[in-house]
């Protein structure tokens, strides 16, 4: 599944880290999803949706 | 990688188990003579060290019930899928050998450490197809 991860975290100036931390999920995780290597569960994906204050349809798009 | 909350509690256990699994070998040695038959009493005794590798497969489970981040938990989960196929093909092709032709008896003991040989097998098949190896715990 493909997703704005990259461009949203960019635009806040975060690292892979810094966003990691803030999802409380290891730098490894963060980087799997941005690259679409893992396509996170739906909790997670709402955690990362209410953490850029977005729906998740505005972060995960269909392929 | 840094090491999270639930890989340093599984690296605590499983050094107290590896602890207990020695002595409790050591132990069993002593206590049983060299081909000793098996009475309530030596089977009492040799059982001893299996309570230690049945704590082995109990913390290996707490770590991955413990384990809050979703993507290690998969890439853990796939290291023990791929450990526990290899073992099964492995025990049951050399088991069909056993029964047709007169290769060397391998005793079951073995069966523990060949799937966590699996393990690594399987951090390299995570390594190929994902990318990640997965963590070293």
Redesign the interface.
Known sequence: MKNRLKVLRAERDWSQGDLAERL???R??VN??ETG??D??LP?AFRIADLFGLPIEEIFLKD | MARNPAQRRYMRRMIALSLAYIATVMLASWLIPDDAAATPLTVAIALVPALATSGFIWAMARYIAELKDEYVRMLEIRKMLVATGLTLALASGWGILELFTNVPRVQLFYVFPVWCLGLAVGSLVNKVTIGDAGPCA
Do not use: D, G, T
Request: hydrophobic letters at 35%.
């Open positions: 409380e999920v290891s490894q995780s799997a999803i290597k893992y996170p569960s997670l």
